[in-house]
């Protein structure tokens, strides 16, 4: 990592309200390196300039932790890619119990090549559909949080995520700003799948102009036995 790359990861951690080591940021950048070089030969990552995989990957994925308390929970993302956010999260608090699930067995076998390599024997690696996982006990309301960026629209993504939740705790969808069409049109399923309204708070990528979102639903209740459905049926889901 470059001494200009390193300043924009650090001054944007220290905007956020994230604390750092010298060891997280090391890793953050043996990260990007390695998630470029794949990136030649696997379709890993749309974005391609260290700069943006610092702000839009690991900057944004960081915006988690400051209004959360993530710290000691046991976490899953769901459709984890290239690991974001909960690759970022765990290397920023070592204190999170991470499971990242992804369906495509290359990206999770290049994880599990690159959790070996960054010293993170700890992180949980699942091969699988979310929508099935989550209905294996070892998994079902399992997990104190589940978290999500860029895997479907809201009323989907809930479907996908709440199962994964204990009654308690949280899902967090990081989305764009401009869903508020589709977060009010999940609130019924959310409900269905024993969560509350969500809650919504927009946030500026510290380097860039871009403004995100998280939105917070709290697992009030268990989710009832049928669900998830079929992807077939969740994908007729309406937006
Ligand atoms: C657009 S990528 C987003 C990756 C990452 N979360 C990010 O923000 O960069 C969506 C990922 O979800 C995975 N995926 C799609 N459908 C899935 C499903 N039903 N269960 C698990 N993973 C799924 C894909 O393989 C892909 O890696």
């Known amino acids: 990592m470059t001494e200009e790359q390193r300043d924009l990861l650090c001054r944007g951690l220290t905007r956020l309200g994230v604390p750092y ?16 070089e794949k990136n030649q030969v696997m379709n890993l990552t749309a974005i391609t300039d260290p700069a943006d995989v610092m702000t839009l990957h690991f900057l944004d994925s960081a915006a988690l932790l400051p209004t959360r308390a993530l710290g000691g929970r046991k ?29 495509l067995g290359k990206r999770v076998e290049w994880l599990t090549e690159l959790c070996r390599e ?44 709440l199962p994964y939740v204990k009654p308690g705790g949280l899902f967090l969808a990081m989305k764009s700003n401009k869903t508020d069409e589709e977060i009010a049109g999940a609130e019924k399923i959310i409900q269905a ?47």
């Open 118 to 161: 960054l010293d993170l024997p700890d992180v949980v690696l699942l091969k699988g559909r979310a929508e099935e996982l989550s209905r294996r006990k070892t998994h079902r309301e399992q997990y104190d949080v589940a978290v999500s960026r860029a895997l479907a629209a809201m009323p989907m993504l809930a479907e996908l995520c």
């Open 75 to 103: 976490l899953i993302d769901v459709g984890t890619g290239a690991g974001f956010p909960g690759l970022v999260l765990r290397i920023l608090d070592p204190t999170i119990r991470l499971t990242l699930l992804d369906s």
């Open 21 to 36: 080591t010298p060891e997280a940021v090391e890793r953050l950048g043996l990260y990007c390196r390695r998630l470029l």
């Open 193 to 239: 799948l024993g969560g509350e309204k969500p809650f919504v708070m927009d946030y500026l990528v510290p380097g860039t102009e871009v403004y995100h979102r998280v939105v917070t639903v709290f697992k009030a209740r268990p989710t009832p036995g049928s669900y998830p459905r079929k992807w077939t049926k969740i994908k007729e889901t309406k937006v």
